[in-house]
């Protein structure tokens, strides 16, 4: 399977940029998934979960609140508010899957979006 760059950059710099086979973005529309070569789009991102399969077939899950992402054949870049890392090598898991809640909890989106994240995040917490 063909790899494409992925980039996730907060205000505070980017969380996460490496080579992926694919993600799973949150929409405004909807969630919807981005392998290398897609067609060129821009959207705008509704607080949820990116779900990222690396290159290796592992995944890694991030916690965003809002922002855009700009998909190219070669790269996609997601540029967000806020984000916290939910699964991957680092960090501990619980303490991440609370500041994920509390990030989700804190956004402008409607309680639908927040609360199919929150569900999505306690989901992740439980696999582990």
């Known amino acids: 399977m063909e ?5 996730i950059i907060t205000p ?14 949150p929409g405004a529309e909807g969630e919807f ?5 897609h067609a060129t789009l821009v ?5 949820g979960v990116i779900v990222i ?3 290796d077939g592992t995944e890694v ?3 965003i609140n809002s922002g855009y ?22 960090g501990d898991l619980a303490k991440a899957l ?7 909890k804190s956004t402008e989106s409607s309680s639908t979006a927040i609360a199919a994240a929150v569900s999505k995040v306690e989901q992740i917490g439980k696999s582990f």
């Open 69 to 90: 992402v700009k998909v190219d054949e070669e790269k996609t870049t997601c540029i967000v508010d806020g984000a916290v890392a939910l699964s991957g090598e680092d």
């Open 3 to 7: 790899l494409m760059k992925l980039e």
């Open 53 to 55: 399969e690396k290159a």
């Open 43 to 47: 959207s705008l991102l509704d607080t």
């Open 61 to 63: 899950a991030v916690a």
């Open 98 to 104: 609370e500041e994920a809640k509390t990030l989700l």
């Open 12 to 25: 505070n710099g980017a969380i996460f940029d490496a080579e992926v086979k694919q993600v799973t973005l």
């Open 33 to 37: 998934g981005v392998l290398a070569k």
